[in-house]
């Protein structure tokens, strides 16, 4: 178990989802070669059009045939995405930790995730969302444990 460095907390969104993607054990919750549909909600698509900009393709499919899915990734902000990342950070009974997920409140601003295991003891991870919380905690584990299927 290693940690892995997380951006800056105001960093931009698209830098957490990525980091999200590096984190080992990621997987899309839908079943598709590597990325979800373009019209997926919460995604952030780097470096093409949105597919109804596009010339020639008439549809979805057609644009998926000939110009690829792009490089997408999550948008850690949007709550679409927030139960996927607590699906990704669940431990199994293999993993011997414990996570317990605190929303903000009273004088605390940011969510907190703490996570107690057996070989390096109690540990937190904080994010000004859900979605950067449950990012910062998998980096702190260095993987994502719910991910390996």
Known sequence: ???????????????????????????WPISTDSAPEPDMP?????????WRSTRGAQSKHQWTQHYGKGKCVPDPDHWAWWGWFITLLRPTPADGYMAHILPPGGAVTDWRIHLNTAITGPMSAYGTTLGRA???????????????S
């Open 42 to 50: 919460g995604l952030f698509r780097i470096g093409r059009l949105s």
């Open 1 to 27: 178990m290693s940690a892995i460095e997380t951006p800056a907390p105001d960093a931009p969104g698209e830098e957490w989802g990525a980091l999200a993607v590096r984190i080992p054990g990621w997987r």
């Open 134 to 148: 449950c990012i910062a905690a998998a980096a702190t584990l260095g993987r994502w444990p719910g991910g390996a």
